[in-house]
């Protein structure tokens, strides 16, 4: 991109170290007027000082913007997302990569309303984030300019970072100026800690890495009891008391962080290809995962709850790539929003020492039948010879391979 043909660009911007000195690089570099732009997603920082920063590096008052986007971002990306059961590799509930879609999107509204014809984010070129903002930017404004400093600047060190913010009179926090013991990303649904010290597998995290946590050993020695209500799919209640998407995330949070809940150490398979390990805390996320779980199970019915958790891979991975504004994503989001008309209902669960402890659940529109399950007198309900004839019936291929001499399984 040749930097004449940039005339005002959107920086999703932090008010850190990387992204103060990447606003004065496109001032210097591309000689254009910078707007900047500032997520709260509940990453628990006071976002004032990003606002001083910014008005100390010249940016205009009216061009520095910091938006609220915590109920949007539980209501609109973290529950939909939830009603799938998401689980990349298995394991990691996304809470990084949900968030880059919502700071996509917010980015290109801006950069509408001021009309830039360019956009910039912070993200290094070896990790998932500048894919994920990139693609979701592309999505929502083809014709978009995207500036990626880390892939094209020279400031590759930590040391060359200084070096220019000292010469550029950015202001550096005095814990920045050794070097980082690792990196940290936070929002309302998770934190996680990357790089420096944890970038060695076999080596246990310090302490000091779960931030969101206390340790499960030092967790109460007595579990807490709650009781989490949802409606269609998503959470709205907890102990009786109604509550907005992020005001209830928020909650489930803290009773998470008491309990020792959702800790994760975890080496992943990045979409740029490479490996890497992270340590991720999702107290309140963690709760929310089982308790949906634990109300489809007596709403959802058998085959549209094995059909989605087919399918839930693939939305995973799909999510995490960055691909959030895809049509495949949008489809397997309508089914899952179609199976979710009838989940709802409470559960009730322990949280205790680091677990997550379903101990009931009860809906209107439960699926479980007590006179069809039980071992007593069940009054004619089931007809116990019926069996019978199903098991014959799905046996009949295996019988057949036997009678021709392929027996155990043999093709």
């Known amino acids: 991109m040749r930097v004449k043909d940039v005339k005002k660009v959107v920086l999703a911007y932090s008010g850190g170290l990387d992204t103060s000195v990447i606003l004065k690089w496109l001032q210097t570099t591309y000689r254009c007027e910078v707007v900047t732009f500032t997520a709260d997603l509940g990453q628990g920082e006071e976002l004032g000082p990003a606002r001083d920063k910014a008005l100390l590096l010249g940016i205009k008052?009216?061009?520095?913007?910091?938006?609220?986007?915590?109920?949007?971002?539980?209501?609109?990306?973290?529950?939909?997302?939830?009603?799938?059961?998401?689980?990349?590799?298995?394991?990691?509930?996304?809470?990084?990569?949900?968030?880059?879609?919502?700071?996509?999107?917010?980015?290109?509204?801006?950069?509408?309303?001021?009309?830039?014809?360019?956009?910039?984010?912070?993200?290094?070129?070896?990790?998932?984030?500048?894919?994920?903002?990139?693609?979701?930017?592309?999505?929502?404004?083809?014709?978009?300019?995207?500036?990626?400093?880390?892939?094209?600047?020279?400031?590759?060190?930590?040391?060359?970072?200084?070096?220019?913010?000292?010469?550029?009179?950015?202001?550096?926090?005095?814990?920045?100026?050794?070097?980082?013991?690792?990196?940290?990303?936070?929002?309302?649904?998770?934190?996680?800690?990357?790089?420096?010290?944890?970038?060695?597998?076999?080596?246990?995290?310090?302490?000091?890495?779960?931030?969101?946590?206390?340790?499960?050993?030092?967790?109460?020695?007595?579990?807490?009891?709650?009781?989490?209500?949802?409606?269609?799919?998503?959470?709205?209640?907890?102990?009786?008391?109604?509550?907005?998407?992020?005001?209830?995330?928020?909650?489930?949070?803290?009773?998470?962080?008491?309990?020792?809940?959702?800790?994760l150490d975890l080496v992943e398979n990045r979409f740029v290809g490479m490996k890497s390990r992270g340590c991720y805390e999702t107290p309140g996320g963690t709760i929310l995962y089982q308790a949906h779980r634990a109300i489809e199970s007596i709403t959802?019915?058998?085959?549209?709850?094995?059909?989605?958790?087919?399918?839930?891979?693939?939305?995973?991975?799909?999510?995490?790539?960055?691909?959030?504004f895809s049509p495949e994503r949008r489809m397997i989001q309508a089914m899952a929003d179609e199976s979710q008309r009838s989940v709802t209902g409470e559960v009730r669960m322990k949280l205790y020492k680091g677990n997550v402890i379903v101990t009931g659940r009860r809906s209107s529109h439960s699926l479980y039948s007590m006179k069809h399950v039980t071992f007593e007198e069940d009054q004619g309900a089931y007809d116990q010879f019926d069996a019978q004839g199903f098991i014959k019936l799905n046996a009949l291929r295996l019988r057949l391979g036997a009678m021709a001499g392929r027996r155990g399984g043999a093709l």
Request: hydrophobic share 40%.
């Open 300 to 324: 959802l019915d058998r085959e549209a709850a094995h059909l989605k958790d087919s399918l839930m891979p693939r939305y995973a991975e799909i999510v995490y790539n960055g691909f959030w």
């Open 61 to 263: 008052p009216e061009n520095v913007f910091i938006r609220d986007l915590r109920e949007e971002f539980v209501r609109d990306f973290v529950f939909p997302m939830f009603r799938m059961n998401a689980l990349y590799e298995g394991q990691y509930l996304l809470g990084t990569s949900i968030a880059r879609p919502l700071i996509a999107q917010e980015q290109i509204r801006i950069a509408e309303e001021v009309g830039a014809d360019a956009v910039a984010h912070g993200a290094t070129g070896k990790g998932n984030d500048q894919v994920r903002f990139e693609i979701g930017y592309y999505a929502l404004k083809p014709d978009v300019k995207v500036i990626a400093p880390w892939r094209e600047w020279e400031l590759t060190s930590r040391t060359r970072l200084l070096e220019f913010a000292e010469q550029n009179q950015i202001p550096i926090a005095k814990d920045k100026r050794g070097e980082a013991p690792f990196s940290v990303d936070a929002n309302l649904l998770h934190s996680s800690s990357e790089g420096k010290i944890l970038e060695e597998p076999w080596d246990a995290p310090d302490e000091m890495v779960w931030q969101r946590t206390i340790s499960p050993m030092e967790a109460p020695d007595s579990p807490t009891e709650i009781v989490v209500e949802f409606e269609r799919g998503d959470a709205v209640g907890i102990n009786g008391k109604r509550m907005s998407p992020a005001t209830l995330l928020t909650e489930l949070n803290a009773l998470g962080k008491a309990n020792g809940i959702g800790r």
